[in-house]
C-alpha cells in the first residue's frame, strides 16, 4: 500500500524503462478466450472458476437435473450459481472502458489537461469507500481497495474524440487482481519494485515526455479533495525540480481541478450512487473504556507539546474513537462522514442529518461539541483566526488549500491515531472476548467445511462458503457484520493476495486443492482479521513444504522478544527469514494495525515498510507471512497479536487468534523441537480456551480435539 519515497531524483526526466505491462498480456502456452456477445476484454476474461475434471463433471450433471427440475442426485440444496472454466456469463460482464475514457478525456479538454489522476480515496483519504466515492473502479474496473489511475490525453491531438494512455498504479496485494480485472485499455504499474520509482515520480516522468515530444505545456490535475496534502506537496516538489532542472524549459504545472471530472461523466454510464446518512449509536465505557472528555484531554496535552491550538481530523475512524461515536454507512467499518476541528476548547463536529445526533445532544453538549452543516467545513477552516492550523498527515491537499496563510498549515502526525493505536485496558480485554467469538465460529465453520468437501465431496462455491462463514459469525453476541469482504479462495484463487468470490464468477472448493481464508468480523468488543489456509485431502509435498516455511516464519515472530523502541520495519525480515533462504517472498507487509471495533487496517502501526513507528505495550498488530505462485496456489497465515511487556521490560507479541493451524499441511520434519513446542502449546491454549463455549461432544468440539491434537 506504500509507495517508494523519493530517495533520488533521476539526472533526466526522459520516461524510464519501469514496471508497467499491458493489464492483459497472455499467459505464455494459454490461447486468449474471446466473446462474440460481450465487450469483455482478454483482461476480464482470464477469470477464475476452474475446477478439476471430476467436479466439472458433476456439476454439468447436477445443472442438468436442475434444469429439467429434477433433484435426483443432489443432496444438498444451493442457490449458488458455479462456474467451470468460466466463459462470459452475465456475472462476468463487467464494464469496457474505452467510452469512460474519451468522455473523461473530452473533461480533461475542458481544463487543458495532459494527464488527470484518480485515487482510490474519498475526501476522507478512506481505504475502504463507499459506493459514490469509487471513482478510481469506474473509470478502470479495478476493484482493489488501493491503486491510483493515471490517464493521459494527447495534447497535439486536435480530433474530436481525443485519444492518450491509461496507468493503474498499485501494489503487489492486488498484482493478479488487477491483471485479471483491467481491460486493454489500461497498463499495469508495479508499486514497490525494489530500484523502482513511485508513481508520483512516473506521473511527472510522464508529462515530461509528453511535452518533449509535442512541444505543448502539460497540466497535471486532480481533485484536491481526494490527495493528501503531502502527497501534493511532493508532486509539486517534482515538478518544481523539472523547472529548475535541464528541462527547465518545459512548461510542466500541477494543478487542482475543484470539479471532479469522474463525478461529471458518472451519470452518462449508470446513476450515480448516494451517500446514504446512517443512525449514530453511542459506544458506552463498557466497550470505549474511555469517555470524550478524557480523549479530548489528552489530545489537548498533545497540542501543548506540538505547540499549537487548532487541530483538523478528517480521517472518519479517528473522529469515531475521539467522540465515542459509531456510524453504518460503511460496509465494514461502523463510521460516518464527518470532519472534525478542535480548537481551544471548542469541537466543531461537521455532519448532515443532525436528526440522528437528537438521543445524544445532551452528551455532545457537555464535552462542548456542536454539530455543523458537513458542507460548511472548508468555511469553518476559512474562518479559524490567525493561529497556526494542524493538520494531520492523511488531510486533504483542500483543507491546506482553504487555510488563508498557507504559512500558517503545520502538518502532523495525527495525535489522535496515535493515542488510539495504544489500546487502555478495556479495549484489549474486549479484544481478546472478540477473537474468541470470532475463533467460535471460525471453528464451526471449518468443522463444516470438512464435513461438507472434504468427507461428503458435496459442491459448496466459494461464495457459499464465505456466506456460512458470516452466518456462523452472526450467532454470535454483539455481532455488528463483516470487517472485510471475506477473502474466499481455493486451487490458484488461493494466489490472488486480496481475492473475493463473485457470484456466476467464483470457483466450487476442490478438496484436492489448497484452500485459503482471510475473514475479520465487527463486534461491539472489538474488530477481528484471521487467515488460516487448509487442505481437505493429500497435499503434495510441495505444498507442505511451503505452508511450513510461512509456518516458521509466523512462529519465529509469535516467539521474537524485542527492546522498547524497536520499529515493525525492524522485524519484518524475521518473518520472510526461511523464505527468503528458499528463494521465496511475498510482495505485501507483514502486519497492519487493527482498531478497536473500527477499521481492520489501522494505522500508524506495521510490520513492513510502513512500519516506522516503534511498537508499544498496547498495540493490536497482525502476522501474516504468505508466499503465492500465480495459477497454482497460496498460502497465508494470519493471527492478530497484542503487544505485551514483559517482565525484563522487553516486548513480545502474544497472539489474540485462536483457530487452529492446518495439521495435513504441517512438515513436521521441518520444525525444529521449539517450533514443534510452540504449536502444541498455541493448539493447547486454542483447545482449552474454546472447548468450554462449544456444546460437549459435538461435532465442532470433535473437530477442534482433531485439529488441536499434539504434532
Given at each position: 500500500?506504500?509507495?517508494?519515497?523519493?530517495?533520488?531524483?533521476?539526472?533526466?526526466?526522459?520516461l524510464?524503462?519501469?514496471?508497467?505491462?499491458p493489464a492483459?498480456?497472455?499467459?505464455?502456452?494459454?490461447?486468449?478466450?474471446?466473446?462474440?456477445?460481450?465487450?469483455?476484454?482478454?483482461?476480464?476474461?482470464?477469470?477464475?472458476?476452474?475446477?478439476?475434471?471430476?467436479?466439472?463433471k458433476?456439476l454439468?450433471n447436477?445443472?442438468?437435473?436442475?434444469?429439467?427440475?429434477?433433484?435426483?442426485?443432489?443432496?444438498?440444496k444451493?442457490?449458488?450459481?458455479?462456474?467451470?472454466?468460466?466463459?462470459?456469463?452475465e456475472g462476468?460482464k463487467e464494464?469496457?472502458?474505452?467510452?469512460?475514457l474519451?468522455?473523461?478525456?473530452?473533461?480533461?479538454?475542458?481544463?487543458?489537461?495532459?494527464?488527470?489522476?484518480v485515487?482510490?480515496?474519498?475526501?476522507?483519504?478512506?481505504?475502504?469507500?463507499?459506493?459514490?466515492?469509487q471513482?478510481?473502479?469506474?473509470?478502470?474496473?479495478f476493484?482493489?481497495?488501493?491503486?491510483?489511475?493515471i490517464?493521459?490525453?494527447?495534447?497535439?491531438?486536435?480530433?474530436?474524440d481525443?485519444?492518450g494512455?491509461?496507468?493503474?498504479a498499485?501494489?503487489?496485494r492486488?498484482?493478479?487482481?488487477a491483471?485479471?480485472?483491467l481491460?486493454?485499455?489500461?497498463?499495469?504499474?508495479?508499486?514497490?519494485?525494489?530500484?523502482?520509482?513511485?508513481?508520483?515520480?512516473?506521473?511527472?516522468?510522464?508529462?515530461?515526455?509528453?511535452?518533449?515530444?509535442s512541444?505543448?505545456?502539460?497540466r497535471?490535475g486532480?481533485?484536491?479533495?481526494?490527495?493528501t496534502y503531502?502527497?501534493?506537496?511532493?508532486?509539486?516538489?517534482?515538478v518544481?525540480?523539472?523547472?529548475?532542472?535541464?528541462?527547465?524549459?518545459?512548461?510542466?504545472?500541477?494543478?487542482?481541478?475543484t470539479?471532479?471530472?469522474?463525478?461529471?461523466?458518472?451519470?452518462?454510464?449508470?446513476?450515480?450512487?448516494?451517500?446514504?446518512?446512517?443512525p449514530i449509536t453511542?459506544?458506552?465505557?463498557k466497550?470505549?473504556?474511555l469517555?470524550?472528555?478524557?480523549?479530548?484531554?489528552?489530545?489537548k496535552?498533545?497540542?501543548l507539546?506540538?505547540?499549537?491550538?487548532?487541530?483538523?481530523?478528517?480521517?472518519?475512524?479517528?473522529?469515531?474513537?475521539l467522540?465515542?461515536?459509531?456510524?453504518?454507512?460503511?460496509?465494514y467499518?461502523?463510521?460516518?462522514?464527518?470532519?472534525l476541528?478542535?480548537?481551544?476548547?471548542q469541537v466543531?463536529?461537521?455532519?448532515?442529518?443532525?436528526?440522528?445526533?437528537e438521543?445524544i445532544?445532551?452528551?455532545?453538549k457537555?464535552r462542548?461539541?456542536?454539530?455543523?452543516?458537513?458542507?460548511?467545513?472548508?468555511d469553518?477552516?476559512?474562518?479559524?483566526?490567525?493561529?497556526?492550523?494542524?493538520v494531520?498527515k492523511?488531510?486533504s491537499w483542500?483543507?491546506?488549500?482553504?487555510?488563508?496563510?498557507?504559512?500558517?498549515v503545520r502538518?502532523?502526525d495525527?495525535?489522535?491515531a496515535?493515542?488510539?493505536?495504544?489500546?487502555?485496558?478495556?479495549?484489549l480485554?474486549?479484544a481478546?472476548?472478540?477473537?474468541?467469538k470470532?475463533?467460535i465460529?471460525?471453528?464451526?465453520?471449518y468443522e463444516?467445511l470438512?464435513?461438507?468437501?472434504?468427507?461428503?465431496?458435496?459442491?459448496?462455491?466459494?461464495?457459499?462458503?464465505?456466506?456460512?462463514?458470516?452466518?456462523?459469525q452472526?450467532?454470535?453476541?454483539?455481532f455488528?457484520?463483516?470487517?472485510?469482504?471475506?477473502?474466499?479462495?481455493?486451487?490458484?484463487?488461493s494466489?490472488?493476495?486480496?481475492?473475493?468470490?463473485?457470484?456466476?464468477?467464483?470457483?466450487?472448493i476442490?478438496?484436492?486443492?489448497?484452500?485459503?481464508?482471510?475473514?475479520g468480523?465487527?463486534?461491539?468488543?472489538?474488530?477481528?482479521?484471521?487467515?488460516?489456509?487448509y487442505?481437505?485431502?493429500?497435499?503434495?509435498?510441495?505444498?507442505?513444504?511451503?505452508?511450513?516455511?510461512v509456518?516458521?516464519?509466523h512462529?519465529?515472530l509469535a516467539?521474537?522478544?524485542?527492546?522498547?523502541?524497536?520499529?515493525g520495519?525492524?522485524?519484518?525480515a524475521?518473518?520472510?527469514q526461511?523464505?527468503w533462504?528458499?528463494?521465496?517472498?511475498?510482495?505485501?507487509?507483514?502486519?497492519?494495525?487493527?482498531g478497536?471495533?473500527?477499521?481492520?487496517?489501522?494505522?500508524?502501526?506495521?510490520?513492513?515498510?510502513?512500519?516506522t513507528v516503534?511498537?508499544?505495550?498496547?498495540?493490536?498488530?497482525?502476522?501474516?507471512?504468505?508466499v503465492?505462485?500465480p495459477g497454482?496456489?497460496?498460502?497465508r497465515?494470519e493471527?492478530?497479536?497484542e503487544?505485551?511487556?514483559?517482565?525484563d521490560?522487553?516486548?513480545?507479541?502474544?497472539?489474540l487468534?485462536?483457530?487452529?493451524?492446518?495439521?495435513?499441511?504441517?512438515?513436521?520434519?521441518?520444525?525444529?523441537?521449539e517450533e514443534?513446542?510452540?504449536?502444541?502449546h498455541?493448539?493447547?491454549?486454542?483447545?482449552?480456551t474454546?472447548v468450554p463455549?462449544?456444546v460437549r461432544?459435538?461435532p465442532?468440539?470433535?473437530?477442534?480435539?482433531?485439529a488441536?491434537?499434539?504434532l
Amino acid at each position: 500500500m506504500s509507495t517508494h519515497g523519493v530517495q533520488a531524483k533521476l539526472s533526466t526526466y526522459s520516461l524510464r524503462q519501469v514496471h508497467t505491462t499491458p493489464a492483459t498480456a497472455p499467459v505464455a502456452g494459454r490461447a486468449p478466450r474471446s466473446c462474440n456477445n460481450c465487450t469483455c476484454s482478454p483482461g476480464l476474461l482470464t477469470r477464475q472458476g476452474r475446477m478439476g475434471s471430476y467436479y466439472a463433471k458433476r456439476l454439468a450433471n447436477r445443472s442438468k437435473s436442475v434444469a429439467s427440475g429434477s433433484a435426483s442426485g443432489v443432496s444438498r440444496k444451493t442457490s449458488s450459481v458455479l462456474t467451470v472454466d468460466s466463459s462470459c456469463s452475465e456475472g462476468l460482464k463487467e464494464i469496457n472502458t474505452s467510452r469512460r475514457l474519451l468522455e473523461l478525456r473530452k473533461k480533461m479538454t475542458e481544463y487543458d489537461l495532459g494527464i488527470y489522476i484518480v485515487p482510490s480515496e474519498d475526501s476522507h483519504q478512506s481505504e475502504y469507500t463507499g459506493l459514490a466515492d469509487q471513482r478510481r473502479e469506474f473509470i478502470s474496473g479495478f476493484t482493489g481497495s488501493a491503486g491510483v489511475a493515471i490517464i493521459t490525453r494527447n495534447v497535439q491531438c486536435m480530433n474530436d474524440d481525443p485519444e492518450g494512455t491509461s496507468y493503474l498504479a498499485t501494489d503487489g496485494r492486488y498484482f493478479t487482481q488487477a491483471a485479471n480485472e483491467l481491460d486493454f485499455n489500461w497498463n499495469l504499474f508495479k508499486l514497490n519494485i525494489p530500484g523502482e520509482i513511485s508513481w508520483e515520480e512516473f506521473t511527472v516522468q510522464l508529462a515530461v515526455k509528453m511535452a518533449d515530444e509535442s512541444g505543448f505545456n502539460v497540466r497535471i490535475g486532480v481533485d484536491p479533495q481526494l490527495i493528501t496534502y503531502s502527497e501534493a506537496h511532493l508532486l509539486q516538489g517534482l515538478v518544481d525540480d523539472v523547472a529548475s532542472g535541464e528541462k527547465k524549459g518545459l512548461g510542466i504545472q500541477f494543478v487542482p481541478i475543484t470539479e471532479n471530472l469522474i463525478d461529471a461523466i458518472w451519470t452518462k454510464f449508470e446513476p450515480r450512487p448516494v451517500r446514504a446518512l446512517m443512525p449514530i449509536t453511542l459506544l458506552g465505557e463498557k466497550y470505549s473504556g474511555l469517555d470524550t472528555k478524557e480523549k479530548l484531554a489528552q489530545v489537548k496535552e498533545a497540542l501543548l507539546v506540538l505547540n499549537g491550538q487548532t487541530l483538523v481530523i478528517s480521517a472518519l475512524d479517528d473522529i469515531a474513537w475521539l467522540l465515542n461515536l459509531r456510524g453504518s454507512e460503511f460496509r465494514y467499518s461502523p463510521l460516518f462522514y464527518a470532519h472534525l476541528i478542535i480548537h481551544d476548547d471548542q469541537v466543531s463536529l461537521y455532519t448532515d442529518d443532525h436528526e440522528r445526533f437528537e438521543n445524544i445532544s445532551a452528551y455532545l453538549k457537555e464535552r462542548s461539541v456542536t454539530l455543523r452543516p458537513y458542507d460548511k467545513f472548508y468555511d469553518g477552516i476559512k474562518s479559524l483566526p490567525a493561529y497556526t492550523v494542524l493538520v494531520t498527515k492523511d488531510c486533504s491537499w483542500e483543507v491546506a488549500r482553504q487555510v488563508i496563510s498557507p504559512h500558517r498549515v503545520r502538518v502532523i502526525d495525527s495525535p489522535v491515531a496515535i493515542i488510539k493505536a495504544k489500546k487502555n485496558e478495556v479495549e484489549l480485554a474486549n479484544a481478546r472476548e472478540a477473537h474468541i467469538k470470532d475463533a467460535i465460529a471460525l471453528v464451526k465453520y471449518y468443522e463444516w467445511l470438512w464435513q461438507e468437501v472434504g468427507i461428503k465431496g458435496e459442491l459448496v462455491d466459494e461464495l457459499e462458503a464465505a456466506q456460512k462463514l458470516e452466518f456462523f459469525q452472526s450467532e454470535q453476541d454483539n455481532f455488528i457484520g463483516q470487517s472485510f469482504q471475506t477473502v474466499s479462495a481455493s486451487g490458484s484463487n488461493s494466489a490472488v493476495v486480496h481475492y473475493t468470490p463473485k457470484k456466476e464468477a467464483c470457483a466450487v472448493i476442490d478438496p484436492s486443492k489448497v484452500y485459503l481464508c482471510d475473514s475479520g468480523a465487527q463486534y461491539l468488543e472489538g474488530t477481528t482479521d484471521v487467515t488460516r489456509t487448509y487442505h481437505f485431502s493429500n497435499p503434495t509435498n510441495e505444498q507442505k513444504r511451503n505452508y511450513t516455511l510461512v509456518l516458521k516464519g509466523h512462529i519465529a515472530l509469535a516467539k521474537l522478544k524485542f527492546p522498547p523502541g524497536t520499529t515493525g520495519l525492524a522485524i519484518d525480515a524475521i518473518a520472510r527469514q526461511h523464505l527468503w533462504t528458499n528463494g521465496l517472498d511475498y510482495t505485501h507487509g507483514t502486519g497492519h494495525g487493527v482498531g478497536s471495533y473500527l477499521n481492520v487496517h489501522e494505522g500508524p502501526v506495521a510490520i513492513g515498510v510502513r512500519g516506522t513507528v516503534p511498537l508499544e505495550a498496547g498495540h493490536l498488530v497482525t502476522n501474516e507471512p504468505g508466499v503465492y505462485f500465480p495459477g497454482d496456489y497460496g498460502v497465508r497465515l494470519e493471527n492478530v497479536m497484542e503487544v505485551k511487556e514483559t517482565s525484563d521490560k522487553f516486548l513480545e507479541l502474544v497472539p489474540l487468534t485462536l483457530v487452529p493451524f492446518c495439521r495435513q499441511l504441517i512438515d513436521r520434519k521441518l520444525l525444529t523441537k521449539e517450533e514443534v513446542d510452540w504449536v502444541n502449546h498455541y493448539h493447547a491454549k486454542v483447545y482449552q480456551t474454546l472447548v468450554p463455549r462449544l456444546v460437549r461432544l459435538s461435532p465442532h468440539a470433535t473437530w477442534l480435539k482433531r485439529a488441536t491434537s499434539s504434532l
